[in-house]
């Protein structure tokens, strides 16, 4: 997770919102890594996750990417939800939980839904409080902070 975390570093230069993933191979050793490009790419598509898993698929030689880890900063969207399903990752971890739009057990459960065919393991809330406090900042610096209602 820490890798994520360094990783979703890189977004922050065209204020991007600070996502980062890692793909590990059967051994633990990584295979790529990314972070949110939406700004930087103008693609809407091109989330930390979604761009981790192609360019691991590349390295790779195949789209299947059985026995791998995704490892990222927050929990996956629907759409990157569905590019792990479709990428037969063996493996989810994540760290900071989305409410608004969380796929992985928040706002649905796309990635253990069993009427899929692929489902992997996850495991939710690693550095939870490091992954949350990063995009916490960001959005502060975007949006200034939210009042609390008494």
Known sequence: MR???EEALGALPAAD???GAVVLDETGTPVSRAHNEREATGDPTAHA???ALRRA???RGEWRLAGCTLVVTLEPCAMCAGAVT???VERVVFGAWDPKAGAAGSL???LRDRRL?????VVGGVLERETGELLRAFFEGHRGPTAVEG
């Open 108 to 110: 649905w459960d796309l």
């Open 57 to 59: 698929a590349a390295v």
């Open 3 to 5: 890798a994520a975390l």
């Open 86 to 88: 479709l990428s037969r």
């Open 117 to 121: 065919n692929s489902r992997p393991e």
């Open 17 to 19: 919102v600070p996502v």
């Open 49 to 51: 996750e979604v761009l």
